[in-house]
């Protein structure tokens, strides 16, 4: 991950003119191209859930006061975002979504309050994730939605992005976990959940996109990833979910059935 290095006064940042008045911040450099960009290989998710899993076993012990906020991107809070279902105009989208948020909160929720919290990244995104010239993450960037909320989020969310175009989204979902589990161990619970999280960051995103497009129509960045998102959100729906769980489970090592 880049470094902050510190300005001639000594601080991380300094008032800047660029095209008008800016914060500016000096950082150290990190190769690769981002991965939505990228030629992608069979190491790409591997080495992602590496990265991530490695991260947050070092983070395990951090603490700060402004990681402990109520944050809209928080999944691990998504029943929150029921009241922006009105935002969503189309009819099927708006009722998909309501579903899963319903299923998060009447079935989701209750299993991941029994799993760890610490702070993590949180966006692991095709756009935040580098990869060098043989599809390997080479850096992960832009820090900003860190926040202090349950582990397993940190996989949905990488994995909610890395399985966009994929052939199989469960394996790359599987891969995903697999190789996180095999730095920074997850428990059976977290395993089973990562599936409906992965559904979860969607319904999210969804909401947070038709929200924010109100309040700035004129930001078509807004829906960057939006047709993204539907696409691969009918992909999910079309799985069996309880063999999804149970192949997520079997990556990880665990038996893909308990009982």
């Known amino acids: 991950v880049s470094r902050a290095l510190p300005g001639r006064t000594g601080v991380a940042t300094t008032a800047a ?3 008008g008045p800016r914060t500016a911040r000096v950082l150290t450099w990190l190769p690769g191209d981002v991965w939505s960009r990228a030629a992608r290989s069979e190491e790409s998710v591997a080495t992602l859930g590496r990265l991530l899993g490695e991260l947050d076993r070092s983070l395990e012990g951090f603490a700060h006061a402004g990681a402990r906020r109520h944050y809209a991107w928080d999944i ?4 929150r975002h029921r009241e922006n279902l009105h935002f969503i ?3 099927e989208k708006r009722a998909e979504v309501r579903a899963i948020l319903e299923h998060f909160v009447q079935k989701v929720a209750p299993r991941l309050e029994t799993c760890p919290q610490q ?14 010239g043989r599809g390997r993450v080479s850096g992960l960037l832009d820090f900003g939605d860190m926040v202090e909320t349950f582990r397993v989020v940190e996989i949905a969310v990488a994995a909610a992005y890395a399985l966009i175009g994929a052939a199989d989204p469960v394996d790359t979902i599987g891969s995903l976990a ?3 589990h095999a730095v920074n161990p997850i428990s059976e619970t977290e395993a089973e959940l990562i599936f409906d999280l992965v559904r979860t960051r969607y319904a999210v995103s969804m909401c947070m996109a038709a929200r924010q497009i109100r309040d700035n129509p004129e930001n078509t960045y807004l829906l960057v990833s939006q047709e993204d998102v539907w696409r691969e959100l ?3 729906r079309q799985e069996n ?3 999804a769980v149970a192949r997520i489970r079997d990556a990880c090592g665990f038996a893909p059935i308990p009982q």
């Not at 691990?76 to 029943?79: F, T």
């Not at 702070?119 to 060098?132: Q, W």
């Open 178 to 180: 697999a190789a996180y």
């Open 76 to 79: 691990g809070h998504a029943g």
């Open 234 to 236: 009918q992909r999910l």
């Open 119 to 132: 702070v993590i990244h949180n966006d692991a995104n095709d756009y935040n994730v580098l990869l060098d």
């Open 17 to 19: 003119e660029i095209r």
């Open 241 to 243: 979910r309880a063999l």
């Open 89 to 91: 105009d189309d009819a």
